[in-house]
């Protein structure tokens, strides 16, 4: 008569298997779900970048651009041959933008003197606009949008050093 070996597993075994499951599963959630100071930072570039831009096109061009804010969102404005501002709905780049759920433009002031909420900032065709701050707010963090007197738009979250600059 042969032995007879039973061949399952340990109740040993399986708790490994299982609390390594259970990590395995717990980056996998974490890196999945969206961090709001990371959405925040990327909101907080993309102004950025899309006011530098803004003004860049405003002298190229040597038409004025403008920028408003909402709660919720922004707009950018050009002058048609009126002398009207009219919204930028059709443009690619320039186009009205909603913030994720939880963002909200807080506060816009240019040089120092807030501006009321759907106010335009002007974005002159013939020199750099003047400086100005935009504070947006997240659940968590807030970010501060600052552009400078040369024409430079810079954006960092509350809390990182100055060196760590987002643009």
Known sequence: MGVVKNRGFTLIELLVVLVIT???LGVAVVQLMPDDRATLREEAQRLALLLENAGMEARASGRPLAWSAENDGY???KK??????VGLDDDAIFRPRSLPAGLHIAEVSVEAQALKPGA???LSAWSFAPPFSIRMHGEHASANIAGSSTGAVSA???GESSDAKTN
């Open 80 to 85: 048609n041959d009126y002398g009207d501002w």
């Open 120 to 122: 335009q900032m002007p």
């Open 22 to 24: 259970g990590i395995a």
């Open 75 to 77: 707009r950018f404005w």
């Open 156 to 158: 960092r979250l509350d």
